[in-house]
C-alpha cells in the first residue's frame, strides 16, 4: 500500500464547476497536510496547508480533512481553465524525522473552457 | 516569501562525469531536501539534511551524496553521471511550520 494515493486522472471539467481531488494516506498519526499545484514544465507550489479536521477555504480552494477516515481533498469552486495542472498532495508523518513529506503521484485536472 | 534558487535550469553532461547541483535558500530553514522527479514515477526523494553537516538518506540515494557544509546551501552531486540519472531536479526547504518551498527546478540530461 503507497503511503499516499492520489488518482492519477485526468480530472475534467468544465469551467466554471467544481473541481474535487481526493487523496488518501496510510499512516493514521500523521498531523499535516498540504496540496500542491505543479503547472507543466515548472516546479511545484504550496497552494494550500490543513492540519485540524474539518474544512479550510482560501479564497476559491477548499480543502478537507477527515483524520478518521484518512483522506484530505481539495475543492476549487468556479474552476478556470488557468487552473489546469497537476495537483499533488503531500502529508507529514509525525513518526518521520526532519520533517520530510510524503508525496502522492498527483492528479491531472483539466478544465475545459 | 522564502526563496529557494537552483544554480542551472538546464544541464547537458556526459555520461561518466562528476555533477554538482547547488540549492540555496535565504530563510534560515534548518530541513532541505533534493528530490528526482520522472513522468509515471511522482516525487522521488533523494537525500535530506536536518542540520549544518547532517545528511539522511531517502528513499533512493544510490549513485548520489550530498554536502551541507553551510545553512543555505544544500549540494546533490552525481558521482559518475549514467543515463538513467536524466531527470527533473527539485530541491527544498521547510520551515517547522509550512510546507516545502521549492526551487525552479534544473532539468539534467545525460547523455
Known amino acids: 500500500q503507497k503511503e499516499v494515493e492520489q488518482n492519477s486522472g485526468p480530472l475534467s471539467v468544465p469551467e466554471g464547476a467544481i473541481a474535487s481531488l481526493n487523496c488518501t494516506y496510510s499512516d493514521r498519526v500523521s498531523q499535516s497536510f498540504f496540496w500542491y499545484r505543479q503547472y507543466s514544465g515548472k516546479s511545484p507550489e504550496l497552494i494550500m496547508s490543513i492540519y485540524s479536521n474539518g474544512d479550510k477555504e482560501d479564497g476559491r480552494f477548499t480543502a478537507q480533512l477527515n483524520k478518521a477516515s484518512q483522506y484530505v481533498s481539495l475543492l476549487i469552486r468556479d474552476s478556470q481553465p488557468s487552473d489546469s495542472a497537476t495537483y499533488l498532495c503531500a502529508v507529514k508523518p509525525r513518526r518521520e524525522y526532519g520533517n520530510k513529506l510524503v508525496f502522492g503521484a498527483g492528479t491531472i485536472l483539466r478544465v475545459k473552457s | 516569501d522564502v526563496k529557494v534558487t537552483q544554480s542551472s535550469r538546464y544541464l547537458v553532461k556526459r555520461t561518466g562525469e562528476k555533477v554538482f547541483l547547488e540549492c540555496v535558500q535565504d530563510m534560515d530553514h534548518e530541513n532541505m531536501f533534493w528530490y528526482r522527479q520522472d513522468p509515471g514515477l511522482g516525487l522521488r526523494l533523494i537525500y535530506f539534511?536536518?542540520?549544518?553537516?547532517?545528511?539522511e538518506k531517502g528513499d533512493i540515494p544510490e549513485g548520489y551524496s550530498v554536502s551541507r557544509e553551510k545553512k543555505e546551501r544544500f549540494s546533490l552531486i552525481l558521482e559518475s553521471a549514467s543515463t538513467n540519472q536524466t531527470s527533473m531536479y527539485l530541491c527544498?526547504?521547510?520551515?517547522?511550520?509550512?510546507?516545502?518551498?521549492f526551487g525552479s527546478g534544473t532539468r539534467l540530461t545525460v547523455v
Open positions: 527544498a526547504s521547510r520551515s517547522q511550520t509550512y510546507g516545502y518551498t
Open positions: 539534511s536536518y542540520d549544518v553537516k547532517m545528511k
